[in-house]
């Protein structure tokens, strides 16, 4: 029992030397195969530098080559250069030289015509010298002529302005003479004037006295001629307002001949420059048609129609503006009586120095010409 298992731990122990031999065999094996391997890439590695710098120096070599032949190529440049300088210089010095010749040949030539252009010019100078030796002669004789001429011109001349300060003078005295006649006919045809107004202040009972109805006659002609208003249709107005009576009354309160309302008055009377003391001021004749007659001739302005502002002096122009407005028609009565009232005072005869009544114009106009003449 005991001779086998000997023998099977001899086996056994036998084995795993074998074992561990073979093992370690093909481990020395692959080592020497990895460090072969290792050396034949480092070899490798090796050559392909050598083989790189090879290719280095043969790339130098090439390049040192080209340098070579581009130095032998620049020799050959220079060498061209050179031999072209010297063509150069030579073709130079031949352009110089010829250029000289030409030079002297021009300024021959240059001299040549010079003296071809003195001699034309000398000629036409000589041409015209003699040419201005003529007209001077003839100028001095038209000289003669003409100082003859002036001095009978001259002698003409102060004979004219002796002739015409006369005619001036003459001029003169008709224009006074003229203005005097105008003058004396405004006068006369304004007496006339106020003597028709008068006869018209007459027919009504006024109220005034003698005086202050002279007074309302010149205030009445002075203040339409201001606001170029006809006197006829000023009477035309205050008859159909007052019938000339100055302490008319009316209910709504009208006061004096153009029956003017005080707070209408009193803002119309500042518009005109009219001293304001309080509403019995409307009574003082002066002071009623000045402010009557501005009041209308701003209606006038205002509504560009006599006829509308008549009607929005007794309406009120607010009244006539809201007709207006509506496209209504303003009523005409109180329009009308004026127009037959100014028909009638129009028909009123007035002296007049020509049978037309256009002789002052026609005479103003004829002083005119004669004074700007």
Known sequence: MNVPVQ?????????????????????????????????L???????????????NQQLKLQAQDRYIKH???????????????????????????????????????KAKEAENRLGSLLAEKDQKLEELQNKYRDQILEARILSEKFALERELQDML?????????????????????LAQETAINNFKEKERVAQILEKFKTGLSKSEE??????????SKRYGLDPNLILALIQTESTFNNWAKSKQGAMGLMQIHPPTGKSIAEDANVEWKGKDGLYEPDKNIRIGLHYLAQLILHFQDIKLALAAYNMGPTAVKRLLEKGEEVPQEYVDKVIENYK?????PTPSPEPNGNGKNDRWKVVKEEKEK
């Open 7 to 39: 023998s099977k731990v001899l086996q056994t122990k036998g084995f795993r030397v074998g074992r561990y031999s073979l093992f370690s065999i093909l481990l020395l094996y692959l080592l020497q195969t990895s460090l072969t391997v290792y050396l």
């Open 41 to 55: 890439l480092d070899r490798t590695r090796e050559v392909e530098k050598l083989k790189e710098k090879i290719n």
């Open 71 to 109: 130095l032998e190529k620049v020799d050959v440049i220079q060498s061209m250069l050179k031999s072209k300088d010297s063509q150069l210089s030579a073709l130079q010095q031949q352009h110089f030289e010829q250029r000289s010749v030409l030079a002297a040949q021009a300024e021959a030539l």
């Open 161 to 181: 302005a002796e002739k015409e300060q006369q005619l001036n003078e003459l001029r003169e005295k008709y224009y006074l003479q003229q203005v005097s006649l």
């Open 214 to 223: 002279e007074s309302l006659r010149d205030i009445i002609l002075s203040e």
């Open 344 to 348: 009638i005072l129009s028909q009123t």
